[in-house]
């Protein structure tokens, strides 16, 4: 690309982010409590809630990460992002009235209210760390695409690094100015800009790709199963799923809504808005990758074709509202960190309350920075982005998707279900642990605890599956023991 046209997409990128950068500022000025800064004041309309639910997803490994996945994986990634948009119209439709309803914070929130202490206490470790690793994976796609605009660096890990830490300190600003309101104003900007961006690209890729020869292009590129197995398939699409689902950013913004019924449309809709064009939209441009740029590191698909197909002043507005949208989603994370520190830990646990001096919204804002920092060094020494996100899934699908299920669809409340739910929650998590750790120690030939046959066939078994599996069988198990128990002592009893 000649310099001056790299010149321009600096200038372009630059530009657009000082200009989101200011408005989400700006609208500290409208923060006067916790509630302002944590849940924006609970009074969000549907579209804005549609606009900040989509440009969460968009911006980080759902655009960047699984297009390199695609990039990969083929048609078999096509058909597994569509799990990442199903559970939005389920949560939609059915949990986040709950959540609104409550008037909650956060899921650990939503177990307390639901279950009891023990429960809350899990889900608020859990949290966080799903927290940290999410915001850790948006920083890495954000040092991803920067690092792309230095295209005779972008393979050395320094850059990338630096990529990285210049990103994660402008979240980490953003985020402790402006909390989730400046977040849910500048989404808006994002989303819409996104939608025109990849619009603009389908209609460069569709054309060309028609023209091209895919000759070169692997058969199995094509298949549903790609060259990994249909059971790879599904059980890597219960993975993406399962492991988003009632995630602490999207549940924080269950939180939000003016009121149920918006909730409702604007969380709802954009899960099938999503489902219905986005797949076809990221199969095409790493479609178009594979044809042009065979070798690349796959995390680079998206901001090589974009440089490729787009002349500079497009591509500079394209590429900053990716960034921009990317910090996006690691501020909503970093967001919903904060709020499991002040309101499950500072609040519920250690009993603080604010005086109205100010006290809460300060220590929001300090522990902000702390999380921001720490997942900055995560995404540092692990920037793999679906690597990232997959971790995330492997420790919180198990623990919180049949309880939060178990919650939304039964009505009945006792001592024996909170206890049923805490023991599922922590024999889930240690189970998928263990599992995991088993897979991982074998595959490195350190130790063969598993012959290579059922090696082979659990490898394909994504650990998030195996630990829902699990979390229902342990709860069915101690269901059936309390129902026992129940009928042995009322024939005790006639």
């Known amino acids: 690309m000649p310099l001056s046209d790299t010149l321009i997409i600096w200038a372009i990128v630059a530009a657009y982010m000082a200009f989101i950068f200011v408005k989400g500022i700006s609208k500290a000025r409208r923060i006067g409590d916790t509630d302002d800064f944590l849940v924006a004041g609970r009074n969000v309309g549907w579209f804005m809630l549609f606009c900040t639910m989509g440009a969460t997803v968009i911006g980080g490994g759902s655009s960047i990460g699984a297009i390199g996945k695609t990039y990969d994986w083929g048609v078999l990634m096509l058909l597994v992002s569509t799990g990442w948009y199903l559970h939005f119209i389920f949560s939609g439709l059915v949990v986040a009235p709950q959540f609104r309803r409550a008037e909650l914070y956060t899921v650990a929130g939503y177990f307390g209210h639901r279950f009891g202490e023990g429960p809350r206490f899990v889900m608020m470790v859990l949290s966080l760390l799903f927290s940290v690793f999410i915001v ?65 690209t389908l209609l460069f890729c569709v054309p060309d790709i ?118 996006s989603s690691a501020d909503s994370a970093l967001n919903s960190a904060t709020t499991i520190f002040v309101k499950d830990l500072f609040e519920h646990q250690l009993g603080w309350k604010d005086r109205g001096d100010g006290r809460m919204l300060r220590l929001a804002r300090i522990w902000t920075v702390l999380l921001g ?16 996100l997959l971790f995330t899934y492997h420790i919180w699908a198990p623990a919180v998707i049949l309880p939060v299920c178990v919650g939304a669809l039964v009505r009945k409340r006792s001592p024996a279900l909170t206890r049923n739910i805490f023991v599922t929650m922590i024999a889930a998590t240690g189970l998928t642990l263990l599992y995991r750790a088993i897979l991982w120690v074998q595959g490195r030939g350190w130790w063969s605890p598993l012959g290579e046959d059922v090696f082979g066939l659990l490898e394909n078994l994504d650990p998030s599956v195996f630990g829902v599996a699990a979390s229902c069988v342990v709860f069915f198990l101690l269901s059936l023991r309390v129902r026992m128990r129940r009928t042995g002592s009322g024939g005790a009893t006639g």
């Open 136 to 200: 850790a994976a948006q920083m890495a796609a954000f040092g991803s695409v920067l690092a792309t605009l230095m295209p005779e660096f972008a393979d050395m890990s320094r850059v990338l690094a630096w990529a990285i830490l210049i990103g994660g300190a402008m979240v980490v600003i953003y985020s402790t100015a402006g909390g989730l309101l400046a977040v849910i104003h500048t989404d808006v900007y994002q989303f819409v800009i996104l939608l025109a961006g990849f619009g603009v």
């Open 210 to 327: 028609a023209a091209a020869s895919l000759e070169e292009v692997p058969r199995w590129f094509f298949l549903p199963q790609g060259n990994r197995g249909w059971l790879f398939l599904v059980t890597t699409f219960l993975a993406f799923l399962l492991g988003e689902t009632f995630a602490p950013g999207y549940a924080t913004r269950y939180c939000v809504g003016r009121d149920v019924r918006e909730t409702r449309r604007g969380i709802a809709g954009v899960g099938v808005f999503l489902a219905l064009v986005f797949p076809a939209v990221l199969f095409c441009i790493a479609l178009y990758a594979r044809v042009h740029f065979p070798d690349i590191d796959p995390q680079q698909a998206l901001p090589m074709v974009i440089m490729q197909l787009h002349n500079p002043w497009v591509a500079g507005l394209m590429i900053g509202a990716l960034m921009m949208a990317v910090m």
């Open 373 to 388: 920092c720490t997942a900055i060094a995560v995404a540092v020494s692990w920037p793999d982005i679906i690597g990232l």
